[in-house]
């Protein structure tokens, strides 16, 4: 972005480029927040550009591209944290316990949609928090058994986190299509032929997990907290399962066509991906790539036969996941493969009603088994977050289900100041 402000020590920039690793998902979930209802009638269809709301910053500038800004609201109730984790008093993480809230005097966000801009503005000191990119990772990061590390002189330079995400991405398998709809063995094909770990590892340097169920790992109802086991990536028993579909080694049927909601040189190699892994086994599928608006379009009408894509949790709870194929909610609702298994609807009634503990992960665990069964989606992963931040900035422990948690951030000004010399 051309014109970037100088900062001073009381304003703070990030790039918003920290999302899930797999930008080259179609993502998008359904928010839920109380709204004022004499801001809706006032304002209408432009409520989502005003701001509206009693949080710690005040959006002082919304433009449809360039740089966002928010000021602080200094009517804001909100004060620090006074607990936390067992190692955060360690970490200096509770250093202003019961101070008001916030403490940085302003938040700008500016639109740098290209990679390369964007890290060479953070290694100038000029943003405060970023997220990782993939192309440059390899060359500033490494992963290894203890997780992810700065390489060289960039570890002496910033600091970089990583916290598994509340998101899962998979392929959405339409139960509207004949083909694909009324043939389990062909959906079980599918998940067999594709190498979720290779697809980790290749498209998104190693910043994931292989998902053995539909929710993410941090949630309770996760694979952490039943016993529950996806479809390996067995090229043999995929053969197996085509043949059983009436497909051996693939003929008669057709090309499959998977739609993507963009058109990036990234989704292109994640399809190039998937098209080779499935190609092993006799598989040909196409791509179709469109814009993300006319993607969710043709979602909501159920107008496809695969469809890449994922969810974030609204709320820490595995009943967020598992709505997603609960058969009233098929397309145009959230159930966009139009799902529907009578058994699977019966437990998810009976989960959602249910108080967590080992009664309900008994419920949830046999759900996960209908749905292996079913096969209605194959998985791809449920990615790790990593970013960067600079020294100076002070309190940061990222948190997923936080969007955006810049109430609790401050800036070491004297640090900043010598930084930026």
Known sequence: ????????????????????????????????????????KKYGKELDHRGVGTGPYILAQN????????????NYHGKYPTEGEPEDQSKGLLAKSGEQLPFIDEIRLPLIEEAQPRMLKFRNGEVDWIGIDRDNFPNMAYKDEKGFHLKGEFAKQFEIYSVDAL??????????????????????????AVDTQAFIDK??????????????????????????????HNLQKAKEKLQEAGYPGGKGLPPLVLLHGATTTQTRQAHEFLRAQLTKVGIDLKGEFLSFSDYLRRKQEGNFQLANGGWGGDYPDAENFYQLFYSPNKAPGPNDGSYQNPEYDRLYEQMRRMPPGPERNKVIEKMAAIFKEDAPVFFLTTP???????????????????????????????????GLK
């Open 63 to 74: 433009p449809r591209r360039g740089e966002m800004v928010l000021k602080k609201n200094p």
């Open 203 to 232: 498209m998104t340097n190693g910043r994931g997990h292989a998902l053995n169920t539909i929710v993410p790992l941090p949630i309770t109802g996760s694979e952490r907290s039943i016993s529950a086991q996806w479809y390996p």
């Open 1 to 40: 972005m051309e014109g970037l402000k100088k900062i001073d020590s009381h304003t703070f920039e990030i790039v918003m480029t920290e999302p899930d690793p797999l930008l080259l998902m179609s993502f998008a979930t359904t928010p839920l927040s109380i709204m004022p209802p004499e801001a809706v």
């Open 384 to 418: 790790i977050t990593v970013g960067m931040h600079q020294k100076w900035l002070k309190n940061m422990k990222r948190n997923m289900m936080l969007g955006s948690h810049f109430k609790f951030l401050d800036i070491d000004a004297q640090a900043k100041a010598r």
């Open 167 to 192: 998101s899962s991405f998979y392929i959405t398998i339409n139960f509207k299509d004949t083909r694909l709809g009324q043939n389990k063995a062909l959906r079980q094909a599918l998940a067999y």
